[in-house]
């Protein structure tokens, strides 16, 4: 895709949205009028910035803003707080946390409410849809992370909504990402109980527990997926195993293999770049840090304006959406932002909402190729909105390709990185065998 990688930061406290160039170092236009919650930050199919705001119990908005304009230009007030916002990596859906327990799911392109549900007991603090956008994945403040279907069938079939609950957690969860594989991924949450939990999502089982030296508020994987990186707030990130066997005999506890430390207060947030090797932390202390996680080095450090850092975003900024440009691209980006999220559900909907939703895929029992459905998903999605005379279908269809295109870097770099793992341990086995037959 064209654009430049950005990093994105923003604040609890009213301190705007920071952004800089992640290679140059160079800061970007700086966004007005921001105070988002913990996961309440993302990006829209690069096209604009959504948040939720938090800026009293009892009541909330969701802006956007353009990549070229400080001030926020599109305002929502839904019908409750929203905490945690997802988007799918086409941008035709957010989904809402709400302090209720409920999860809203709107049309990006007409800010239609699609559908609302109760998902949980208490507030939902984190939402993340699996890599092939086929599932959304919720965690709440009553511990339990789960799994949602959009499918009728599988849907009656299972009784509920839900295709996994997880109930482990005995503390408020603070942190999901997913894997690749879509119904076949692991799945890493993090709680305020110290531990961080890998789940299958194929089995629904649990896979591995890391307990750890203090509470985790942030969570990234790797993406070769042989380690996640975990923010504490002790101001460390801890390293820690995905598949290796590691004893306790190290001083933070079994499966943790190192640390980065340079915050001075907790870190509350962490993203990777693109190619997967700068590691980007976000800080109570207010600064922003970019890992090299082969070398452990510092690459680069940001200030955020004032006050703490609890959301960042490594995203890719369109290369005309330079505030030099503005006057002569605002009708053009303009023309990117939707109208304000509906507040309620329209009665009219309620009886099509889940055809209009992603479809859960098959798990890895019933289809092999299921890291693959998203395309056949998008294009059925795509015919049905041309069906309704949607404004979304237009462009859906020329973001397929750009998405296509991403993943398939994505998945080169994956191979490569397996393959050069894989060289390494039939090096190493070698050389094993070479040592044990010159000391027999």
Known sequence: MEGTEVVVASSPVDAGISC????????????????????????????????SQLRDSSSGAVFYWSWHKPQVEVKSFPAEPIKPLAANREGTYIAGGGLSGDIYFWEVASGRLLKKWHAHYRAVTCLVFSDDESLLISG????????????????EEAGHLYEHSFSEH??????????????????????????????????????????????????????????????????????????????????YGMHIIGSLSDHSKAVTCLAFSMDGILLVSGSEDGMVRVWDTKTHNIFRIFKHGKGPVNNTLVVRRPIDSNPRNSQTSSKKHG????????????????????????????????????????????????????????????????????????????MVQQWKKMYENLHQFCVNELLDVDRAGVSN
């Open 20 to 51: 800089w160039d992640l290679r140059s170092g160079a800061e970007y236009l700086h966004h007005r009028s921001c105070a988002s919650p913990p996961h309440g930050l993302v990006c829209v199919a690069d096209r604009f910035l959504a948040s």
């Open 140 to 155: 709440a403040e009553d511990g339990c992370v789960r799994v949602w279907i959009f499918d009728d069938v599988r849907r």
């Open 170 to 251: 005995t503390l408020r969860v603070t942190g999901i990402v997913t894997g690749y594989g879509g119904g076949n991924a692991i799945i890493v949450s993090a709680s305020e109980d110290r531990t961080c939990k890998v789940w299958s999502l194929s089995t629904g089982r649990l896979l591995r527990n890391v307990v750890f030296p203090s509470i985790i508020d942030a969570i990234a994987l790797d993406p070769g997926e042989h380690v996640f990186y975990a923010g504490s707030r002790d101001g460390k990130i801890y390293i820690a195993a995905l598949n290796a066997v590691v004893s306790s005999s190290n001083s």
């Open 335 to 410: 023309s990117l932002l939707s109208p304000p999220l509906d507040k309620y559900l329209n009665s009219s909907d309620e009886n099509r909402d889940a055809k209009a939703l992603i479809v859960c895929q098959p798990t890895f029992s019933k289809s092999v190729d299921a890291s693959y459905c998203s395309g056949h998903i998008i294009v059925d999605q795509i015919k049905e909105l041309q069906q309704q005379g949607s404004s979304a279908a237009a462009e859906m269809e020329m973001e397929r390709l750009k998405i296509d295109s991403q993943k398939s870097m994505q």
